[in-house]
């Protein structure tokens, strides 16, 4: 069975709020307050983001086969139609 098939289909859904905020070395941190211990760094904001992403599915997993609380799934009907960001940028 492929990843990018089935199973793929049959992941739960998260929306999780994010937080990036640059350091002073000019590399990014990139939080998520809904999950505790979630936090990643990056050279840019995106590369913050795309490692946050991958600690969060290590916490998802671990609350999973730990019987610890996880953050409400994403539900499609009632969720707002525009997510809102907000990035700060030093140039």
Do not use: F, W
């Not at 936090?39 to 999973?64: F, K, Q, S, Y």
Request: hydrophobic share 40%; aromatic share 4%.
């Amino acid at each position: 069975m492929s990843y990018h098939g089935n199973m793929a289909s049959a992941l739960k859904q998260y929306l999780l709020e994010v937080e990036i905020e640059p350091l002073e070395d000019g590399r990014y941190i990139a939080d998520c307050p809904d999950l505790e211990g979630c936090h990643a760094e990056g050279n840019t904001p995106a590369e913050a983001l795309e490692n946050l992403e991958d600690v969060a599915r290590i916490i998802i997993d671990l609350c999973r086969e730990k019987g610890l609380p996880l953050p409400p799934e994403y539900d499609e009907s009632t969720a707002p139609k525009v997510i809102k960001a907000r990035l700060v940028l030093a140039a």
